[in-house]
């Protein structure tokens, strides 16, 4: 039987969180973002070599950062049937507020959030489909309303 070059359950693009704190994370997945835990492998000192976890359909792999790979991080999009809930959920799983849910120029219903390991999840419901015309003409109208720092 050939081995397939991409794994079941696995896309072409699969993000990688290296962190501090990895344990507290994957907690953090599981309990405020609906994660399930797939695989788990620790170093002898208990800290978490590797981990896969999946939410809805995409996996995630982590580690605990370590002195040859210090943590990075990162921001992730996550779409979801409910914004709104899902965000409530991690801010009850412990996560902080970046931005609270409102329906965007791009037809997302956006949310964000600040999970362990300061890796800021993107929480998104699609909500409307446009042309690229009604797109690029949303972005100019949203961007004369942004106020730029000096």
Same mark, same amino acid.
């Given at each position: 039987m050939a081995v397939k070059p991409i794994p079941d359950g696995f896309h072409t693009v699969t993000p990688y969180l290296v962190v501090e704190g990895a344990s507290k994370l994957i907690e953090f997945l599981k309990k405020g973002l609906g994660a399930e835990e797939i695989h788990l492998s620790k170093r002898p000192d208990g800290t978490i070599m590797h981990a896969q976890v999946r939410i809805g359909d995409s996996m995630v792999m982590l580690a605990e950062a370590m002195a040859e790979h210090?943590?990075?991080?990162?921001?992730?999009?996550?779409?979801?049937? $409910?914004?709104?809930?899902?965000?409530?959920? /991690?801010?009850?799983? +412990?996560?902080?507020? #970046?931005?609270?849910?409102? $329906?965007?120029?791009?037809?997302?219903?956006? /949310?964000?959030?600040? +999970?362990?390991?300061? #890796?800021?999840?993107?929480?998104?419901?699609?909500?409307e489909d446009m042309s690229t015309a009604e797109l690029e003409k949303r972005a100019a109208a949203a961007m004369k309303n942004v106020k730029r720092g000096s």
């Amino acid at each position: 039987m050939a081995v397939k070059p991409i794994p079941d359950g696995f896309h072409t693009v699969t993000p990688y969180l290296v962190v501090e704190g990895a344990s507290k994370l994957i907690e953090f997945l599981k309990k405020g973002l609906g994660a399930e835990e797939i695989h788990l492998s620790k170093r002898p000192d208990g800290t978490i070599m590797h981990a896969q976890v999946r939410i809805g359909d995409s996996m995630v792999m982590l580690a605990e950062a370590m002195a040859e790979h210090p943590a990075m991080p990162c921001a992730l999009y996550l779409y979801v049937s $409910d914004t709104d809930a899902l965000y409530e959920r /991690a801010l009850k799983a +412990g996560a902080t507020s #970046i931005m609270k849910p409102m $329906d965007m120029f791009y037809g997302d219903r956006n /949310a964000g959030v600040k +999970g362990p390991g300061g #890796i800021q999840w993107w929480i998104a419901t699609h909500k409307e489909d446009m042309s690229t015309a009604e797109l690029e003409k949303r972005a100019a109208a949203a961007m004369k309303n942004v106020k730029r720092g000096s």
